[in-house]
């Protein structure tokens, strides 16, 4: 397991859960919460930076083209929600070792998937620099 990868996919599925319902989750803080002087300590608060989770979101979108059976270990590990790896496995019709050999396989493919995002964005960058040298 790549942590980093792995909390970089638990912070998108996080926010698609949140785009599915609409934010319309459990509230943070209730009135009745209020009244009887019970605070939540860790609130989640407003959704204002998604740039991260869209970039995840893209890398997923384009590993379920080329590769539905690992878009379906994501599905399944990350917004499926607190399931056991056994019950992964059930529902994957696999081990499970195999589980966590795909779950790895899939945090590489996500790595991958973000290090050609950051290579497109500096080819980008650099046809941009081009044009700009050519008009000036």
């Known amino acids: 397991m790549i942590e980093y990868i792995n909390k970089r996919l638990i912070e998108w599925s996080t926010w698609c859960k949140r785009r599915d319902d609409g934010g319309l989750g459990y509230p943070s ?13 860790a609130c989640a ?18 590993i379920r083209a080329k590769s539905p059976q690992q878009f379906e270990v994501a599905q399944w590990f990350y917004l499926a929600g607190s399931l056991t790896v056994k019950r992964i496995a059930s529902g994957l019709r696999c081990s499970e070792v195999t589980v966590y050999n795909r779950l790895h396989a899939l945090h590489l493919a996500v790595m991958d998937g973000l290090h ?8 980008r960058a650099e046809a941009q620099r081009t044009v700009s040298k050519k008009v000036a």
């Open 29 to 41: 803080k209730s009135n009745y919460c209020s009244l009887v002087q019970i605070h939540v300590g």
């Open 116 to 123: 050609d995002l950051e290579i497109e964005a500096q080819d």
């Open 45 to 62: 608060g407003p959704i204002t930076e998604t740039a991260a989770q869209e970039e995840i979101e893209l890398v997923i979108v384009r």
